[in-house]
């Protein structure tokens, strides 16, 4: 059916487009002939004498409001003056100086951005550095292991550069070789054959080309490989046997030596022979210079001529036979059996070269054979230590003993030797061979503590101070200068051989070296750090030590000796410690306070009520000591002392911690009315405390006055409007009321008065999602997270939200946003363990705890992973970790631990109760 007149497809509903000269072309054609009437107008040629300008630029475009039409203020016939040029050298140098000023500011700024984009988008190498640093400890046949990499073309593709190309023949050609017969490419009876010898054959039945001849029929590649086989076969059987009957070649090691013989350096015959070259002219420009000649050997051995090599090197040695060096190299390129007469031609060349009486005795097999060899080399050198040594460490103690008076009678400067020789003898000869040391090196430190060692090995400990002073004095008067650094390291390495008193006497006495007086308290805590991290306890110990002796009244290196000896020292010497502090700090609280705990959990309950009681007459307004001592009550089960405690606390020390914790003995035994009360009287007189607020309202709603409840925690936010949990349990009170709206609300006037608070979002976001409301839960979290962005807790709860394929996506933006957040890294941890990753969430889950070690929720999840995936010993180990951090953060931890009911319970018992209640993440 044809379109009504006037029809344009789409023009209704306004698809319709337009059409530009363009689209159509030129109105005429190229070859049409030119029409004058409409020819452009003729440019006026401008006239460069009358020295016009050209006119301005006038356009709407080029106008500005305030700075009139655009354009240079100055002629282009202007000239340039010395004036102008002035100005723009000023100009510019103005320029400059701004520039210079913000140059610094510019190039931070751009290695800030530059940082921070490689942080976004690392390079390739950046993201496998981790794979090429474990390829360090893939082994060899790890390596032979490794598959070749197989190419994934398809056969048409792979093949396409392989395949033959066939062009099919005419039937004329195939007819002409049907017998063995080839014809010629050049026509016989053509000039150019007469002109190339050989062209024609006189062998019957062919016809060469270019003199080459061609046989008939076939080639048989097989045939010609089977008759190569039968030569080389032949060949070898000729040339094994000879007239005699003896063997002189092994037919089946043939091909084994050929492979041998092929040079295994990998380099260029090139090189090799430029380096030939090259060494050549060295050594025939100085034929005396040992390298050149050792040079030259190392390139023939390398490239497989080890015979060449051996000739280089024994010319060098006739060249050059005062050299070491080269000896020594001819004795390593040679057999053992000619390597010892190069040895006996080189001693005798250099009767006094050390090493080379070490290679020959080295080269002997037998003991008996190296001690002649030390022997003779001691008589030509008697005064060589490293002589000395290797000859000493052959022989039995009796016989070393007497190599070593002799050793010491040749080498008297030798520490190392003397040091030897007394450890050999017994204890008087022992000082005797020492004395007769410091006599000839009076300015060695190592025979003075060698001494001392001594004496503290024979139990003669109250020589080991006067040694060490008299060392330190001796070494003063020689001129030694004391070097802390090696002292230390000395005492460090006495303790670590089981010197303690010679270690806490050079500590003693050396510490205060090379310290300004403003300076040693902080200079001895950081050694006592150093020696701690290096393990030397009885190194730390004498220096806190002596900086308690030199400052009795300091409370912080009191504090710092004590969590030492709680680290690394016995609960003894702990307590020890603590009383000495108590007696010059009667007013730390925290040392009464360690003290009383250390004897608390030692279970020696009356000791602890004392320390208490002591701390009580030092510090009689103290709240810690107050309430460490309801503590130490109420977790004994003496509530009536408790009480009683609390009591006079309130009179003599009121505070709000004070009210509040009596408040919670009450709650505690189920006394739920008179811990109103006191609640009550405590908000009366702190009401700007929200942790009563708090108290306050749990208490009335388990009384089951929710309107109460409600009022109490208005209230509350009114008087502590910063205080986020208040908000919280206002929210929670209205959700369980099933007032969803109100919940709303009070979270919104929340983040109003705390703006930018991730835990009020996270509480809005909840509210959404427990409703049924999924997709304004995902608004409002898309709100959040432009809000805080950098919240870990949102972040972990937008992966939970997320479906299951794109968590891992969601993760990946997270760890971006905050990489070292210990909620991320738990939610990270949960979706490896969802998708049975067990080693992957296993590490990060201990990357976690490792991180945050008091959030409790890492530790009952990491809990419930081993329970379910490890062994025993991965649980207990995850337990001990959980009991020794203690934590008290997370919302699944304090579900449990801020329950009144648990109010007496320990890590272990939430750890256990919360990974029996979790359930694995899906």
């Not at 006189?202 to 010609?224: E, F, H, V, Y």
């Not at 030596?257 to 040079?263: A, E, F, G, T, Y």
């Not at 390398?302 to 080269?326: F, H, W, Y």
């Not at 405590?682 to 409600?710: H, I, S, Y």
Request: proline residues 5%; glycine residues 6%; charged residues 30%.
């Amino acid at each position: 059916m044809p379109s009504p007149l006037g029809y344009v497809a789409g023009v209704g509903r306004g698809a319709t487009g337009f059409t530009t000269r363009s689209d159509i072309g030129p109105a005429r054609e190229a070859t049409d002939v030119s029409d004058d009437r409409h020819a452009p107008p003729v440019k006026k040629k401008k006239d460069d004498d009358d020295g016009s300008d050209e006119e301005p630029d006038l356009n709407e475009s080029n106008y500005d409001e305030f700075a009139g039409y655009g354009g240079s203020l100055f002629g282009k016939s202007d000239p340039y003056e010395k004036d102008d040029e002035e100005a723009d050298a000023i100009y510019q140098a103005i320029d400059d100086r701004m520039d210079e000023k913000r140059k610094q500011y510019r190039e931070e700024r751009f290695k800030i951005e530059i940082e921070k984009y490689r942080q976004e988008r690392p390079k390739i190498q950046q993201q496998f550095s981790d794979l090429k640093r474990e390829l360090s400890v893939v082994s060899a046949d790890q390596w032979q292991s490794i598959p070749e990499v197989g190419d994934s073309r398809n056969r048409k593709k792979r093949l396409a550069g392989v395949r033959e190309k066939y062009t099919p023949m005419s039937d004329r050609i195939l007819q002409q070789n049907m017998g063995g017969e080839m014809s010629s490419s050049i026509a016989p009876g053509s000039g150019l054959a007469s002109m190339i010898p050989g062209m024609a054959s006189s062998i019957p039945g062919t016809a060469t080309n270019l003199g080459m001849l061609t046989p008939t029929g076939d080639l048989d590649l097989r045939k010609i490989g089977q008759a190569r086989n039968t030569l080389m076969d032949l060949k070898l059987k000729q040339s094994s046997d000879s007239v005699s009957g003896q063997t002189v070649v092994d037919p089946k090691g043939y091909l084994t030596d050929l492979q041998s013989m092929i040079p295994s350096h990998g380099g260029d015959i090139n090189d090799v022979k430029k380096a030939r070259l090259l060494l050549k002219s060295v050594r025939e420009t100085n034929p005396h210079h040992p390298p050149a000649w050792i040079a030259s050997a190392r390139l023939e051995e390398v490239t497989g001529k080890v015979q060449a090599a051996r000739n280089l090197i024994m010319k060098g040695c006739e060249v050059c036979p005062k050299s070491e060096d080269i000896w020594l190299e001819a004795a390593r390129l040679q057999p053992p059996e000619e390597a010892r007469k190069v040895v006996k031609l080189a001693v005798t060349q250099n009767p006094n070269a050390v090493r080379i009486w070490i290679k020959a005795a080295d080269l002997e097999i037998e003991v008996r054979s190296k001690k002649r060899v030390f022997r003779k080399a001691l008589e030509a050198i008697p005064n060589s230590v490293r002589l000395w040594k290797a000859a000493v460490e052959l022989e039995v103690p009796a016989d070393a003993r007497v190599l070593l008076s002799r050793a010491v009678e040749c080498c008297p400067t030798s520490t190392e030797l003397w040091v030897a020789l007394a450890r050999l003898e017994n204890y008087e000869n022992a000082r005797k061979v020492l004395n007769k040391a410091r006599e000839h090196i009076p300015t060695d430190r190592q025979i003075w503590i060698c001494a001392a060692k001594l004496e503290e090995a024979n139990g003669n400990e109250k020589m080991i101070e006067k040694i060490i002073a008299r060392a330190i004095s001796s070494l003063t008067s020689n001129g030694v200068e004391l070097n802390k650094e090696h002292w230390m390291k000395d005492a460090i390495d006495s303790e670590k051989g089981g010197s303690i008193l010679t270690c806490q006497s050079i500590v003693m006495n050396i510490i205060d070296t090379g310290v300004e007086e403003e300076d040693r308290k902080d200079t001895w805590l950081e050694d006592a750090e150093s020696a701690t991290t290096q393990g030397a306890y009885a190194c730390a110990r004498a220096i806190y030590a002596h900086a308690l002796q030199t400052f009795p009244s300091k409370k912080s290196i009191w504090l710092q000796a004590a969590f030492f000896e709680k680290a690394h020292g016995t609960r003894e010497e702990l307590e020890s410690l603590l009383q000495k502090a108590v007696t010059n700090c009667p007013k730390a609280e925290v040392l009464w306070l360690m003290g009383a705990k250390s004897k608390w959990m030692a279970g020696d309950v009356p000791a602890a009520r004392s320390i208490l009681s002591l701390a009580f007459q030092a510090n009689p307004n103290s709240e810690e000591i107050w309430l460490a001592a309801v503590k130490l009550e109420s977790e004994n089960n003496e509530f009536t002392r408790a009480r009683r405690l609390l009591a006079r606390a309130r009179e003599s020390a009121p505070t709000s911690r004070v009210f509040m914790k009596s408040a919670k003995l009450e709650w505690a035994l189920e006394k739920t009315q008179e811990a109103l009360v006191l609640v009550e009287e405590g908000l009366t007189l702190f009401p700007e405390t929200d942790k009563l607020w708090m108290m306050k309202g749990q208490l009335e709603v388990q009384l089951g006055k929710v309107d109460a409840a409600r009022s109490t925690y208005t209230e509350g936010t009114k008087k502590c409007p910063d205080s986020i949990p208040l908000w919280l349990l206002l929210a929670e009170l209205e959700c369980k009321e099933g007032t969803v709206t109100k919940a709303r609300s009070v979270v919104e006037k929340g983040r109003l008065r705390n703006p930018a608070n991730p835990e009020l979002w996270l509480k809005a976001i909840r509210i959404e999602s427990q409703a049924g409301l999924v997709d304004i839960a995902k608004t409002v979290l898309a709100r959040a997270l432009q809000e805080c962005p950098s919240s870990g807790l949102l972040w972990a709860e937008a992966i939970h939200m997320e479906a299951k394929p794109q968590r891992k996506t969601k993760s990946v933006d997270a760890l971006k946003k905050c990489e070292h957040d210990p909620h991320v890294l738990l939610a990270v941890s949960k979706l490896f363990w969802s998708e049975r990753k067990l080693n992957k969430a296993r590490d990060w889950l201990a990357r976690t705890v490792k991180l945050e070690p008091d959030l409790g929720d890492a530790w009952v999840n990491y809990y419930k992973f081993e329970l379910l995936h490890g062994s025993i010993d991965q649980q207990e180990d995850v337990k001990k970790r959980c009991i020794a951090a203690e934590p008290s953060h997370g919302p699944l931890w304090c579900r449990y631990s801020k329950d009144i009911k648990h109010w007496q319970e320990k890590a272990e018992f939430f750890l256990l109760l919360g990974a029996n209640n979790l359930m694995p993440p899906t």
